[in-house]
């Protein structure tokens, strides 16, 4: 087990009603049984928890990232107090680097918030899904009023407080990728962090290929733009394509700690059904990588890039793909033994990057490396004579079917 991230739900309730967090939390109630805020209480041990993973398994950078619900919910005093008791783990573990994240709605970020971030060197990620008409398609309040203008008021305030914009943003085809791109860069983002919506087999409700053709449209835009911000998707992609040992960060890097001390995995899979994650494990009586133990924590922690259904093992990109998220494998008749929802259109994207990639530095690519075919691709995947290959993981990945 290798995770470098603690993704902390200081928070599990939210000051809006948005329909991501439906989804996020879509067939599982169990957070309405949790405890609203973490106590503080709760800090030493959870460092505790950290030294002993660290000492068995050395990482060059943790990060500890404040979630929710709404982190921003919480007492202000809550992030200082843990980041200095935290402080303990810098002298003894002198060659890891640890960094702080929140990760907000940003609707509640004022000067005092401001203040605070400043004070311990923390850059918010603010959920920010491109335009005002495609943000408030899903992120509203209470009274189903648009989040937008609540939601820039802050991220203008940090802009000019930290110096830093760094948005997460959902993909919403409903807008065009060139005005979404325009508005992200026009508020002068510095970071986008763009990420397909937590759709299952059986929740999806995108035409085959149209996301696809939409991350190829912003794409070209980003890849053209001079002064273009960081997009972790396209950077994690292009690495791999380019072999590069730097890719980004996979999600199976990340381990959940609730308001309540139980040790999960990550929040989207929530939405394969009630209590999919809950391991009945916490940091009071359990280690963090006891978790592997139970086979969620195994598949998701160590083998979910590894153990996929024979589609994605027989594709030409998997080296590339590693089979996609998790969640977007799930389907209820069959657990995990599906290939991604997104399946065809990282076929498209992952095609795309690579030819352009060969018309941007040819001197990369030798005479026996020609150009991908998507299409083709994706014909050849959906041809496969399936009955006459084993199915290598069946077993395993449909240990995780609900019906």
């Given at each position: ?250 999600e199976a890097h ?109 001197s990369m690519y030798d ?37």
């Amino acid at each position: 087990m290798h995770f470098n991230r603690l993704v902390l739900k200081v928070a599990s309730r939210c000051n809006l009603n948005c329909s991501y967090c439906f989804m996020y939390n879509l067939g599982d109630s169990s957070y309405r049984n949790q405890p609203k805020f973490m106590k503080e209480s709760m800090i030493p041990t959870i460092i505790e928890r950290v030294s002993n993973y660290l000492q068995e398994y050395p990482q060059e950078v943790f990060t500890f990232t404040f979630h929710g619900g709404e982190p921003l919910l919480i007492d202000k005093s809550f992030f200082g107090k843990f980041i200095t008791q935290a402080e303990i783990l810098k002298t003894q573990f002198p060659d890891t680097t640890f960094e702080y994240n929140v990760q907000t709605n940003g609707v509640l970020i004022d000067n005092a918030w401001a203040e605070v971030l400043r004070e311990h060197k923390i850059f918010p990620g603010v959920s920010l899904d491109g335009t005002k008409k495609a943000h408030d398609m899903y992120r509203v309040d209470h009274k189903e009023n648009g989040s937008y203008d609540d939601v820039m008021k802050g991220l203008k305030l940090l802009k000019k407080q930290l110096g830093f914009v760094s948005v997460i943003s959902v993909m919403n085809i409903d807008e065009t990728a060139a005005i979404t791109y325009k508005h992200l860069t026009d508020i002068s983002s510095d970071y986008v962090n763009f990420l397909l919506p937590d759709y299952t087999h059986d929740s999806f409700p995108y035409e085959p290929k149209a996301m696809g053709k939409w991350l190829i449209e912003l794409y070209d835009l980003w890849i053209t733009d001079p002064k273009r911000p960081i997009i972790p998707f396209f950077n994690g992609l292009t690495n791999a394509i380019l072999g590069s040992h730097k890719v980004a960060r996979h999600e199976a890097h990340a381990l959940v700690i609730e308001t309540n001390g139980d040790i999960e995995a990550i929040d989207s899979l929530k939405g394969c059904g009630e209590g999919f994650t809950k391991t009945h494990m916490n940091i009071s009586t359990n280690d963090f990588v006891e978790i592997v133990k139970l086979p969620l924590g195994k598949l998701y922690f160590e083998d979910s890039t590894e153990k996929l259904c024979t589609k994605c093992l027989e594709c030409p990109i998997m080296d590339i793909c590693k089979g996609g998220r998790l969640v977007h494998r799930h389907k209820k008749e069959n657990g995990f033994n599906n290939p991604s929802v997104y399946c065809e259109d990282m076929i498209l994207i992952i095609s795309h990057i690579q030819n352009k990639m060969m018309e941007l530095v040819p001197s990369m690519y030798d005479e026996s490396i020609s150009k991908m075919d998507a299409l083709e691709i994706i014909d050849y995947l959906n041809t496969l004579d399936m009955s006459s290959i084993e199915e290598t993981y069946k077993k395993d990945l449909e240990f995780f079917s609900v019906i």
